[in-house]
Protein backbone atom coordinates (compact mmCIF):
# COMPACT_ATOMS: atom_id res chain seq x y z
CA UNK A 1 0.00 0.00 0.00
CA UNK A 2 1.01 3.43 -0.58
CA UNK A 3 0.39 6.38 1.82
CA UNK A 4 -1.06 9.52 -0.22
CA UNK A 5 2.10 11.65 -0.12
CA UNK A 6 3.54 8.82 -1.74
CA UNK A 7 0.98 8.39 -4.48
CA UNK A 8 1.14 11.92 -5.08
CA UNK A 9 4.91 12.05 -6.18
CA UNK A 10 4.80 9.25 -8.14
CA UNK A 11 1.99 10.88 -9.71
CA UNK A 12 3.07 13.83 -10.82
CA UNK A 13 6.47 12.20 -12.19
CA UNK A 14 7.55 14.35 -15.39
CA UNK A 15 6.81 11.96 -18.54
CA UNK A 16 6.39 12.35 -22.16
CA UNK A 17 2.63 11.91 -23.27
CA UNK A 18 2.11 9.03 -25.14
CA UNK A 19 1.22 9.17 -29.06
CA UNK A 20 -2.08 8.16 -28.48
CA UNK A 21 -5.58 7.67 -26.55
CA UNK A 22 -8.87 7.09 -26.48
CA UNK A 23 -9.95 10.88 -24.86
CA UNK A 24 -7.74 13.78 -24.90
CA UNK A 25 -8.50 16.61 -22.64
CA UNK A 26 -7.06 20.16 -23.55
CA UNK A 27 -7.47 22.69 -20.34
CA UNK A 28 -6.10 21.34 -16.45
CA UNK A 29 -8.74 23.15 -14.96
CA UNK A 30 -11.73 22.25 -12.64
CA UNK A 31 -13.95 20.83 -15.66
CA UNK A 32 -11.29 19.13 -17.74
CA UNK A 33 -9.89 17.44 -14.58
CA UNK A 34 -13.36 16.08 -13.21
CA UNK A 35 -14.44 15.14 -16.83
CA UNK A 36 -11.30 12.64 -15.97
CA UNK A 37 -12.29 11.64 -12.93
CA UNK A 38 -15.47 10.76 -13.65
CA UNK A 39 -14.12 8.57 -16.89
CA UNK A 40 -12.09 6.57 -15.17
CA UNK A 41 -14.31 6.40 -12.04
CA UNK A 42 -18.16 5.73 -13.28
CA UNK A 43 -17.40 4.50 -17.39
CA UNK A 44 -13.68 2.82 -16.61
CA UNK A 45 -12.62 4.90 -19.41
CA UNK A 46 -9.09 5.78 -18.02
CA UNK A 47 -6.88 5.68 -21.14
CA UNK A 48 -7.35 9.69 -20.74
CA UNK A 49 -4.77 12.28 -21.24
CA UNK A 50 -5.33 16.25 -19.68
CA UNK A 51 -3.37 18.32 -21.80
CA UNK A 52 -2.65 21.59 -19.54
CA UNK A 53 -1.00 24.42 -21.04
CA UNK A 54 0.71 25.74 -17.90
CA UNK A 55 0.13 24.09 -14.28
CA UNK A 56 -3.22 22.52 -13.26
CA UNK A 57 -5.67 25.59 -11.27
CA UNK A 58 -3.66 28.24 -13.25
CA UNK A 59 -6.74 29.24 -15.02
CA UNK A 60 -10.42 30.39 -13.48
CA UNK A 61 -10.09 26.99 -11.29
CA UNK A 62 -7.31 28.51 -9.45
CA UNK A 63 -8.98 32.44 -9.05
CA UNK A 64 -12.73 32.42 -8.47
CA UNK A 65 -13.86 33.39 -5.17
CA UNK A 66 -15.01 29.47 -4.24
CA UNK A 67 -18.80 30.42 -3.85
CA UNK A 68 -21.16 27.08 -4.39
CA UNK A 69 -24.99 27.90 -5.05
CA UNK A 70 -28.08 26.35 -6.76
CA UNK A 71 -30.50 29.48 -6.52
CA UNK A 72 -29.96 30.10 -10.09
CA UNK A 73 -33.46 31.53 -12.37
CA UNK A 74 -34.40 28.70 -14.39
CA UNK A 75 -35.53 25.24 -13.78
CA UNK A 76 -33.14 23.76 -16.29
CA UNK A 77 -30.13 25.71 -14.15
CA UNK A 78 -31.78 24.81 -10.42
CA UNK A 79 -31.63 21.00 -11.31
CA UNK A 80 -27.95 21.16 -12.51
CA UNK A 81 -26.44 23.13 -10.01
CA UNK A 82 -28.63 21.46 -6.97
CA UNK A 83 -26.94 17.88 -8.44
CA UNK A 84 -23.61 19.73 -8.09
CA UNK A 85 -23.80 20.47 -4.48
CA UNK A 86 -24.97 17.47 -3.59
CA UNK A 87 -21.61 16.02 -5.62
CA UNK A 88 -19.80 18.48 -3.47
CA UNK A 89 -21.13 17.53 -0.35
CA UNK A 90 -19.93 14.26 -0.95
CA UNK A 91 -16.32 15.13 -2.22
CA UNK A 92 -14.05 14.94 0.67
CA UNK A 93 -15.45 11.55 1.66
CA UNK A 94 -15.12 10.17 -1.79
CA UNK A 95 -11.62 11.56 -2.63
CA UNK A 96 -10.06 11.04 0.60
CA UNK A 97 -8.94 14.79 0.83
CA UNK A 98 -9.72 18.03 2.32
CA UNK A 99 -11.14 20.11 0.95
CA UNK A 100 -12.20 22.69 3.36
CA UNK A 101 -15.72 22.61 1.99
CA UNK A 102 -18.08 24.66 4.33
CA UNK A 103 -21.66 25.04 3.82
CA UNK A 104 -22.35 28.66 5.50
CA UNK A 105 -25.95 30.50 3.57
CA UNK A 106 -26.19 32.46 1.63
CA UNK A 107 -27.90 35.79 1.48
CA UNK A 108 -29.10 37.64 -1.74
CA UNK A 109 -30.38 40.92 -0.58
CA UNK A 110 -32.64 43.45 -2.11
CA UNK A 111 -32.70 46.91 -1.69
CA UNK A 112 -36.20 47.98 -3.77
CA UNK A 113 -39.35 46.69 -4.51
CA UNK A 114 -38.21 45.18 -8.18
CA UNK A 115 -35.44 43.48 -6.39
CA UNK A 116 -38.11 42.02 -3.91
CA UNK A 117 -39.92 40.48 -6.39
CA UNK A 118 -36.76 39.04 -8.34
CA UNK A 119 -36.14 37.50 -4.76
CA UNK A 120 -39.31 36.36 -4.10
CA UNK A 121 -39.48 34.80 -7.96
CA UNK A 122 -36.25 32.85 -7.31
CA UNK A 123 -37.69 31.45 -3.86
CA UNK A 124 -40.32 30.36 -5.63
CA UNK A 125 -38.40 28.88 -8.33
CA UNK A 126 -36.08 27.78 -6.42
CA UNK A 127 -38.37 25.53 -4.31
CA UNK A 128 -40.24 24.21 -7.07
CA UNK A 129 -37.03 22.43 -8.81
CA UNK A 130 -35.04 21.28 -5.89
CA UNK A 131 -33.02 23.69 -4.24
CA UNK A 132 -33.61 25.45 -0.68
CA UNK A 133 -34.56 29.13 -0.86
CA UNK A 134 -37.00 30.98 1.07
CA UNK A 135 -37.60 35.04 1.17
CA UNK A 136 -36.53 36.42 5.11
CA UNK A 137 -37.15 40.19 5.88
CA UNK A 138 -34.78 42.45 7.44
CA UNK A 139 -35.27 41.60 10.70
CA UNK A 140 -34.21 38.01 9.94
CA UNK A 141 -31.17 39.48 7.84
CA UNK A 142 -30.21 41.16 10.90
CA UNK A 143 -30.21 37.83 12.97
CA UNK A 144 -28.37 35.81 10.41
CA UNK A 145 -26.07 38.48 9.63
CA UNK A 146 -25.40 41.04 12.20
CA UNK A 147 -23.05 43.56 10.28
CA UNK A 148 -25.25 44.07 7.51
CA UNK A 149 -26.29 47.98 7.91
CA UNK A 150 -30.16 47.17 6.88
CA UNK A 151 -30.24 50.96 6.44
CA UNK A 152 -27.69 50.09 3.44
CA UNK A 153 -25.71 53.74 4.51
CA UNK A 154 -29.19 55.69 4.09
CA UNK A 155 -28.34 55.45 -0.16
CA UNK A 156 -29.85 51.58 -1.14
CA UNK A 157 -32.04 50.21 2.53
CA UNK A 158 -32.39 46.58 2.63
CA UNK A 159 -35.90 45.23 1.90
CA UNK A 160 -35.42 41.78 2.53
CA UNK A 161 -33.63 38.81 0.95
CA UNK A 162 -33.76 35.49 -0.26
CA UNK A 163 -32.20 33.34 2.14
CA UNK A 164 -30.22 29.55 0.59
CA UNK A 165 -28.89 27.75 3.41
CA UNK A 166 -27.11 25.14 1.42
CA UNK A 167 -24.84 28.20 -0.06
CA UNK A 168 -21.32 27.00 0.89
CA UNK A 169 -17.43 27.43 -0.13
CA UNK A 170 -14.36 25.12 -1.12
CA UNK A 171 -10.70 26.09 -1.18
CA UNK A 172 -10.61 25.87 -5.25
CA UNK A 173 -6.89 24.51 -5.28
CA UNK A 174 -7.57 22.25 -3.27
CA UNK A 175 -10.39 20.44 -5.77
CA UNK A 176 -8.23 21.09 -9.03
CA UNK A 177 -6.28 18.42 -6.91
CA UNK A 178 -8.46 16.23 -5.61
CA UNK A 179 -9.68 15.42 -9.03
CA UNK A 180 -6.03 15.68 -10.81
CA UNK A 181 -5.62 12.94 -7.73
CA UNK A 182 -8.34 10.91 -8.05
CA UNK A 183 -8.29 10.29 -12.29
CA UNK A 184 -4.71 9.59 -11.77
CA UNK A 185 -4.90 6.74 -9.10
CA UNK A 186 -7.38 5.35 -11.74
CA UNK A 187 -4.43 5.71 -14.24
CA UNK A 188 -5.55 9.04 -16.31
CA UNK A 189 -2.50 10.94 -16.98
CA UNK A 190 -2.32 14.81 -16.54
CA UNK A 191 0.39 16.52 -18.71
CA UNK A 192 1.18 20.01 -17.64
CA UNK A 193 3.41 22.47 -19.82
CA UNK A 194 1.73 21.18 -22.53
CA UNK A 195 -0.38 23.41 -24.76
CA UNK A 196 -2.63 22.04 -27.11
CA UNK A 197 -1.31 24.14 -30.60
CA UNK A 198 -3.66 22.86 -33.35
CA UNK A 199 -6.53 20.06 -33.97
CA UNK A 200 -5.95 17.39 -36.08
CA UNK A 201 -8.99 16.61 -38.54
CA UNK A 202 -10.28 14.18 -41.03
CA UNK A 203 -13.11 14.93 -43.00
CA UNK A 204 -15.17 15.87 -40.57
CA UNK A 205 -13.65 14.23 -37.66
CA UNK A 206 -11.05 14.90 -35.24
CA UNK A 207 -8.60 12.29 -34.59
CA UNK A 208 -5.72 14.34 -32.22
CA UNK A 209 -4.15 17.53 -31.53
CA UNK A 210 -0.77 19.35 -31.74
CA UNK A 211 1.67 20.14 -28.81
CA UNK A 212 5.11 20.97 -28.75
CA UNK A 213 5.62 17.73 -27.27
CA UNK A 214 4.39 15.89 -30.35
CA UNK A 215 1.29 14.79 -32.38
CA UNK A 216 -1.33 12.82 -30.18
CA UNK A 217 -4.10 10.43 -31.54
CA UNK A 218 -7.21 10.93 -29.80
CA UNK A 219 -11.26 9.01 -31.00
CA UNK A 220 -12.06 12.14 -28.42
CA UNK A 221 -10.94 15.42 -27.76
CA UNK A 222 -12.75 17.44 -25.21
CA UNK A 223 -12.33 21.43 -25.25
CA UNK A 224 -12.11 22.48 -21.45
CA UNK A 225 -9.86 25.17 -22.19
CA UNK A 226 -12.13 28.15 -20.45
CA UNK A 227 -11.92 31.71 -20.99
CA UNK A 228 -9.29 30.49 -23.99
CA UNK A 229 -11.74 28.20 -25.63
CA UNK A 230 -12.73 30.18 -28.61
CA UNK A 231 -8.99 29.71 -29.83
CA UNK A 232 -9.76 25.92 -29.97
CA UNK A 233 -13.01 26.34 -31.85
CA UNK A 234 -11.29 28.26 -34.47
CA UNK A 235 -8.83 25.38 -34.86
CA UNK A 236 -11.69 23.30 -35.90
CA UNK A 237 -13.23 25.50 -37.91
CA UNK A 238 -15.82 26.33 -35.17
CA UNK A 239 -16.98 29.86 -34.36
CA UNK A 240 -18.06 29.47 -30.57
CA UNK A 241 -21.15 31.67 -29.41
CA UNK A 242 -18.65 32.90 -26.28
CA UNK A 243 -17.11 36.25 -25.68
CA UNK A 244 -13.87 36.26 -23.08
CA UNK A 245 -14.86 39.15 -20.62
CA UNK A 246 -12.09 39.65 -17.94
CA UNK A 247 -13.15 39.27 -14.01
CA UNK A 248 -11.72 40.62 -11.12
CA UNK A 249 -11.91 39.65 -7.73
CA UNK A 250 -9.80 41.01 -3.94
CA UNK A 251 -9.23 39.81 -0.64
CA UNK A 252 -8.75 41.77 2.41
CA UNK A 253 -6.58 41.42 5.74
CA UNK A 254 -7.83 39.68 8.70
CA UNK A 255 -11.44 40.49 10.03
CA UNK A 256 -11.37 39.42 13.45
CA UNK A 257 -14.70 38.50 13.91
CA UNK A 258 -16.31 35.65 12.40
CA UNK A 259 -18.61 36.69 9.53
CA UNK A 260 -20.81 33.22 8.79
CA UNK A 261 -22.91 33.61 5.65
CA UNK A 262 -21.86 34.22 2.21
CA UNK A 263 -23.46 37.74 1.49
CA UNK A 264 -24.96 38.86 -2.41
CA UNK A 265 -26.31 41.94 -3.40
CA UNK A 266 -28.46 41.73 -6.93
CA UNK A 267 -28.92 45.76 -6.87
CA UNK A 268 -25.25 46.39 -5.52
CA UNK A 269 -23.95 43.61 -8.03
CA UNK A 270 -21.10 42.61 -5.81
CA UNK A 271 -20.93 39.77 -3.24
CA UNK A 272 -18.57 39.16 -0.09
CA UNK A 273 -17.62 36.05 2.17
CA UNK A 274 -14.90 35.25 4.73
CA UNK A 275 -12.07 32.76 3.95
CA UNK A 276 -10.95 30.22 6.62
CA UNK A 277 -7.90 32.65 7.48
CA UNK A 278 -10.48 35.49 8.16
CA UNK A 279 -10.01 37.38 5.12
CA UNK A 280 -12.98 39.17 3.11
CA UNK A 281 -13.32 38.08 -0.05
CA UNK A 282 -14.75 40.08 -2.77
CA UNK A 283 -16.35 39.72 -5.99
CA UNK A 284 -18.20 41.73 -8.44
CA UNK A 285 -19.42 41.51 -12.32
CA UNK A 286 -17.64 41.02 -15.29
CA UNK A 287 -15.39 44.03 -17.24
CA UNK A 288 -18.02 45.01 -20.07
CA UNK A 289 -15.05 45.21 -22.51
CA UNK A 290 -14.07 41.87 -24.30
CA UNK A 291 -10.18 41.24 -23.69
CA UNK A 292 -7.59 38.63 -22.98
CA UNK A 293 -6.26 41.46 -20.24
CA UNK A 294 -5.36 40.02 -16.67
CA UNK A 295 -4.53 43.14 -15.81
CA UNK A 296 -6.75 44.52 -12.44
CA UNK A 297 -7.82 47.48 -12.23
CA UNK A 298 -8.44 50.52 -9.83
CA UNK A 299 -12.11 51.21 -11.28
CA UNK A 300 -13.09 47.81 -9.58
CA UNK A 301 -11.60 48.22 -6.18
CA UNK A 302 -13.44 51.84 -6.46
CA UNK A 303 -16.74 50.47 -7.23
CA UNK A 304 -16.52 46.96 -4.99
CA UNK A 305 -15.26 48.94 -2.11
CA UNK A 306 -17.75 51.87 -2.01
CA UNK A 307 -20.70 49.52 -2.27
CA UNK A 308 -19.41 46.76 0.34
CA UNK A 309 -18.32 49.43 2.42
CA UNK A 310 -22.53 50.89 2.35
CA UNK A 311 -24.23 47.43 3.40
CA UNK A 312 -21.19 46.12 5.53
CA UNK A 313 -19.43 49.49 7.34
CA UNK A 314 -17.48 46.84 9.34
CA UNK A 315 -15.13 46.52 5.85
CA UNK A 316 -13.90 50.33 5.79
CA UNK A 317 -11.51 49.01 8.67
CA UNK A 318 -9.77 46.12 6.64
CA UNK A 319 -7.19 47.02 3.79
CA UNK A 320 -6.86 45.18 0.40
CA UNK A 321 -4.27 42.95 0.07
CA UNK A 322 -4.48 41.72 -3.37
CA UNK A 323 -6.82 42.09 -6.44
CA UNK A 324 -6.75 39.48 -9.31
CA UNK A 325 -8.28 38.86 -12.44
CA UNK A 326 -9.50 35.77 -14.73
CA UNK A 327 -10.74 35.19 -18.11
CA UNK A 328 -14.40 34.63 -18.78
CA UNK A 329 -16.35 32.34 -21.52
CA UNK A 330 -19.18 34.22 -21.09
CA UNK A 331 -21.76 32.93 -23.40
CA UNK A 332 -25.09 34.76 -24.79
CA UNK A 333 -27.45 33.46 -22.31
CA UNK A 334 -25.34 33.33 -19.41
CA UNK A 335 -25.54 29.34 -19.30
CA UNK A 336 -22.94 27.04 -19.71
CA UNK A 337 -22.55 24.62 -23.10
CA UNK A 338 -22.16 21.41 -22.65
CA UNK A 339 -22.16 19.60 -26.19
CA UNK A 340 -21.10 17.51 -28.76
CA UNK A 341 -20.02 19.44 -31.78
CA UNK A 342 -20.73 20.02 -35.77
CA UNK A 343 -17.09 18.08 -35.90
CA UNK A 344 -17.58 14.37 -34.82
CA UNK A 345 -15.29 13.30 -31.86
CA UNK A 346 -14.94 16.93 -30.85
CA UNK A 347 -16.87 17.92 -27.44
CA UNK A 348 -17.08 20.86 -25.33
CA UNK A 349 -17.61 22.46 -21.79
CA UNK A 350 -17.75 25.65 -21.65
CA UNK A 351 -19.80 29.05 -20.98
CA UNK A 352 -19.01 28.80 -17.55
CA UNK A 353 -18.19 32.50 -17.52
CA UNK A 354 -18.61 33.73 -13.75
CA UNK A 355 -20.26 30.55 -12.71
CA UNK A 356 -18.66 27.60 -12.93
CA UNK A 357 -16.60 26.56 -10.14
CA UNK A 358 -19.64 25.44 -8.26
CA UNK A 359 -20.88 23.20 -11.63
CA UNK A 360 -17.54 21.41 -11.42
CA UNK A 361 -19.02 18.13 -10.31
CA UNK A 362 -21.94 18.30 -12.07
CA UNK A 363 -20.76 19.33 -15.13
CA UNK A 364 -17.56 17.12 -15.26
CA UNK A 365 -19.93 14.09 -13.76
CA UNK A 366 -22.81 14.92 -16.78
CA UNK A 367 -19.73 15.14 -19.83
CA UNK A 368 -18.03 11.80 -18.96
CA UNK A 369 -21.47 10.53 -19.20
CA UNK A 370 -21.92 12.01 -23.10
CA UNK A 371 -18.47 11.15 -23.90
CA UNK A 372 -19.10 7.44 -22.72
CA UNK A 373 -22.46 7.25 -23.96
CA UNK A 374 -23.01 9.48 -26.88
CA UNK A 375 -26.25 10.58 -24.98
CA UNK A 376 -26.32 13.45 -23.15
CA UNK A 377 -27.51 12.87 -19.63
CA UNK A 378 -30.82 14.61 -18.70
CA UNK A 379 -29.57 16.58 -16.63
CA UNK A 380 -27.12 18.49 -19.32
CA UNK A 381 -28.98 18.04 -22.65
CA UNK A 382 -30.51 21.56 -22.22
CA UNK A 383 -27.11 22.61 -22.12
CA UNK A 384 -26.27 21.83 -25.98
CA UNK A 385 -24.44 24.05 -28.74
CA UNK A 386 -27.70 23.90 -30.84
CA UNK A 387 -29.77 25.48 -28.64
CA UNK A 388 -28.33 29.05 -30.04
CA UNK A 389 -29.48 27.91 -33.63
CA UNK A 390 -33.06 26.17 -32.59
CA UNK A 391 -33.62 29.15 -30.65
CA UNK A 392 -33.97 27.43 -27.49
CA UNK A 393 -31.50 29.55 -25.12
CA UNK A 394 -31.94 29.14 -21.58
CA UNK A 395 -31.54 32.77 -20.55
CA UNK A 396 -30.46 32.65 -16.63
CA UNK A 397 -29.60 36.16 -14.91
CA UNK A 398 -28.95 34.05 -11.58
CA UNK A 399 -25.87 35.54 -11.12
CA UNK A 400 -24.08 38.41 -9.63
CA UNK A 401 -21.76 38.80 -12.15
CA UNK A 402 -23.79 39.00 -15.03
CA UNK A 403 -25.91 41.70 -14.90
C1 LIG B 1 -12.43 36.27 -10.23
C2 LIG B 1 -13.35 35.10 -10.48
C3 LIG B 1 -14.29 34.74 -9.52
C4 LIG B 1 -15.14 33.66 -9.73
N1 LIG B 1 -15.97 33.28 -8.72
C5 LIG B 1 -16.74 32.17 -8.87
C6 LIG B 1 -17.53 31.72 -7.78
O1 LIG B 1 -17.51 32.30 -6.68
N2 LIG B 1 -18.30 30.61 -7.97
C7 LIG B 1 -18.34 29.95 -9.17
O2 LIG B 1 -19.08 28.98 -9.30
N3 LIG B 1 -17.55 30.35 -10.22
C8 LIG B 1 -16.75 31.43 -10.08
N4 LIG B 1 -15.95 31.84 -11.11
C9 LIG B 1 -15.98 31.10 -12.39
C10 LIG B 1 -15.15 29.81 -12.31
O3 LIG B 1 -13.89 30.07 -11.74
C11 LIG B 1 -14.97 29.22 -13.70
O4 LIG B 1 -16.21 29.19 -14.38
C12 LIG B 1 -14.44 27.79 -13.64
O5 LIG B 1 -13.29 27.74 -12.85
C13 LIG B 1 -14.15 27.30 -15.05
O6 LIG B 1 -13.43 26.09 -14.98
P1 LIG B 1 -12.82 25.51 -16.32
O7 LIG B 1 -12.17 24.23 -15.98
O8 LIG B 1 -13.86 25.52 -17.39
O9 LIG B 1 -11.76 26.61 -16.80
P2 LIG B 1 -10.32 26.97 -16.24
O10 LIG B 1 -10.18 26.73 -14.80
O11 LIG B 1 -10.00 28.36 -16.73
O12 LIG B 1 -9.38 25.92 -16.95
C14 LIG B 1 -9.08 25.97 -18.33
C15 LIG B 1 -7.64 25.52 -18.49
O13 LIG B 1 -7.36 25.34 -19.86
C16 LIG B 1 -6.02 25.67 -20.08
N5 LIG B 1 -5.86 25.91 -21.52
C17 LIG B 1 -6.39 26.90 -22.27
N6 LIG B 1 -6.03 26.76 -23.56
C18 LIG B 1 -5.26 25.64 -23.63
C19 LIG B 1 -4.57 24.98 -24.67
N7 LIG B 1 -4.60 25.45 -25.94
N8 LIG B 1 -3.86 23.87 -24.39
C20 LIG B 1 -3.81 23.37 -23.11
N9 LIG B 1 -4.43 23.99 -22.08
C21 LIG B 1 -5.15 25.09 -22.33
C22 LIG B 1 -5.82 26.90 -19.22
O14 LIG B 1 -4.46 27.12 -18.93
C23 LIG B 1 -6.65 26.54 -17.97
O15 LIG B 1 -5.86 25.96 -16.95
C24 LIG B 1 -15.08 32.94 -10.95
C25 LIG B 1 -14.15 33.30 -11.93
C26 LIG B 1 -13.28 34.36 -11.70
C27 LIG B 1 -12.28 34.74 -12.75
Same mark, same amino acid.
Not at 172 to 190: K, L, P, S
Not at 219 to 234: D, I, N
Given at each position: MTNPDQERRIAFEWREPRSAYDVVIVGGGGHGLATAYYLATRHGIANVAVLERSYIGSGNSGRNTTV?????????????????????????????????????????????E? +??? #???? &?????? $?? =? @???EFVTPEEIARICPQVDLSGGGIWPVRGA????? +??? #???? &?????? $?? =? @??????????RTPVTGLRLDGGRVTGVET??????? +??????????????????????????????ALVTNHYERRFEPIVASADLLFYVSQTARGEMLMGAEIDRQPSYSYRSGHHFLQYTAFRAITLLPFLRDLRVLRQWTGICDMSPDYSPIMSATPVEGLYLTTGWGTWGFKAIPAGGEGMAALIATGEPPELIAPFSLDRFAKDRTLADRGSAGTH
Open positions: IRANYGIPEAVRFYQRSIELYQRLEEETERDLMHRQKGLLWIAHSP +GVR #AERA &RAAINT $AF =G @ARTTYHPE +GAT #ARHD &RVVWAY $AE =G @AMRHGVEVHQPRGPISA +GVVLAAAGGHVTALGEMAGLRLPIRSHPLQ
